[in-house]
């Protein structure tokens, strides 16, 4: 079964910090990966990262996919309490279906 | 752009009604939409993908019959809770593929539902 494990569930931080969100997955062939926002309601995107070692970038956020140990990171610098929401990974598997496995997220929350 | 939305944004009902669900991408044509579930604190599952002009693939554990599916245009889906239950109570996100380099998913805002 097609698995996505992110960590930690929930994390508090002060304006200024840096955090570093944790995603690991086992899926049946990997095609990608993806990083959502979600704040009140529609997730929106983030990342989506398909090969190891490349680092993503935009503006204060950063991701990068480690495919042999199955695991990527999402991270913050500087963070804002705008910043505050659920980050969700998810993992598009192999096999022609355009399905997404979502894990059940990270809730950041950045107080002033 | 691309800009998904869902009608109604909320929905509270009686057991034993049936609510509609609406997913319409407004600005990109669809072939492809998806329904998801989101129960309070847990992730988003995919309850079934939605294909335009055929009928729906429903996920394990999914029963069809439940959740109606129908995908008459390029830009709609609806989702249909038949006899819903108190225990159907969920927040229903749909998205839709907006074909491109990377297939990438819309996710409209979701339709928080109540069933007393």
Redesign the interface.
Known sequence: EDK?VQSPLSLVVHEGDTVTLNCSYEVTNFRSLLW?KQEK?????LF?LTSSGIEKKSGRLSSILDKKELFSILNITATQTGDSAVY?C?VRPGGG?????????TKLTVNP | GAV?SQHPSRVICKSGTSVKIECRSLDFQAT?M?W?RQFP??????MA?SNEGSKATY?QGVEKDKFLINHASLTLSTLTVTSAHPEDSSFY?CSA?KRGV?????????TRLTVL
């Open positions: 996505v959502y309601k529609a997730p929106t995107f989506m969700l998810a279906s355009e399905k997404l496995v979502f894990g059940k997220g | 998904v492809t998806f998801y604190k847990q992730s988003l599952m995919l993908t996920e996100i593929r990377n297939n990438e998913q819309f996710f409209g805002p979701g």
